[in-house]
């Protein structure tokens, strides 16, 4: 299969916008980068080269990209594999080939490039990692909504975690996770594709629910009636610090009250809710 990407060089606020935009539109094959203190760099990827019809009118209008590339997939990620291993949280590292030497002691996930977010890079998904990697979770169920590859489930069962669950509207997601988790040995892990609570069965609950998704989505989540019974506990991140205080006032509404909030970055936090006794 061929993959066409497309990036520019945009500033911050236009860079922002524009994903947030693409992710309404169900559209998850993009990246967004820092490049400096004040633009990004929007990398969108498309399997032989199919845009929807909004998603290329929205992309019209940010004019011609900055560079385009046509990648071959099997040769795109051979080339991507070369990386070097990064430790994604204390103590746990992501290693794309599963042979690279490791420090003593370290816990590896063999992580191939795949066509889905979650390579460990993004500051959101390291805020998650390292709270999932400095829990105990033996014994609970955990749910990784808008997975990716799966890299934060991964990691929960890592953790001692008994059951993980995996959903993602993408399907090039679903197909990434479920290779994820064969290579680090959970062949058995439930995987739905579906748009967030809408993809899992409505007897299917958690004890902690993870989602590293963008504001306008985690405000949906927390707007489904599903929610209540699905789980008590929510870890968040990716949601901007402009929308934070949205996200706040629909947790309360939600039944949820906050007990933890970091800085993912200069633009991102992450938040850990639990529903209110």
Not at 107 to 123: K, S
Not at 140 to 149: A, E, H, I, P, W
Request: charged share 25%.
């Amino acid at each position: 299969m061929r993959w066409h990407e497309w990036r520019w060089r945009l500033p911050r606020r236009q860079g922002r916008c524009c994903a947030q935009a693409l992710t309404a539109l169900g559209y998850l094959q993009h990246a967004l980068s820092s490049r400096s203190r004040a633009d990004v760099e929007l990398a969108v990827y498309a399997a032989r080269g199919r845009l929807p019809p909004a998603v290329r009118a929205l992309l019209a209008g940010l004019g011609p990209p900055r560079a385009q590339a046509v990648h071959e997939e099997g040769t795109w990620f051979a080339a991507l594999s070369k990386q070097q291993a990064q430790e994604i949280a204390p103590g746990i590292w992501i290693d794309p080939t599963g042979r690279q030497r490791l420090p003593p002691c370290a816990v590896r996930l063999h992580l191939p490039p795949l066509p889905a977010f979650g390579d460990g890079q993004h500051p959101t998904t390291r805020l998650l990692a390292r709270w999932l990697a400095a829990s105990d979770l033996g014994g609970q169920r955990v749910l990784d909504l808008g997975c990716g590859t799966g890299i934060l489930g991964l990691i929960a069962r890592l953790r001692g975690a008994r059951r993980v669950d995996f959903a993602d509207a993408d399907p090039h997601a679903v197909r990434a996770c479920r290779q994820a988790c064969r290579l680090n040995g959970y062949p058995g892990a439930r995987v739905w594709r579906g748009d967030l609570l809408a993809a899992v069965p409505p007897d299917r609950s958690c004890d902690l629910l993870v989602a590293n998704l963008y504001a306008d989505l985690v405000l949906r989540l927390l707007a489904d009636p599903r929610l209540p019974s699905c789980t008590g506990r929510l870890w968040l991140s990716g949601i901007a610090r402009r929308a934070a205080g949205g996200v706040r006032r629909a947790l309360r509404r939600a039944g949820f009250q906050i007990v933890k909030e970091e800085d993912a970055d200069d633009w991102w936090i992450g938040i850990a809710a639990e529903r209110r006794a």
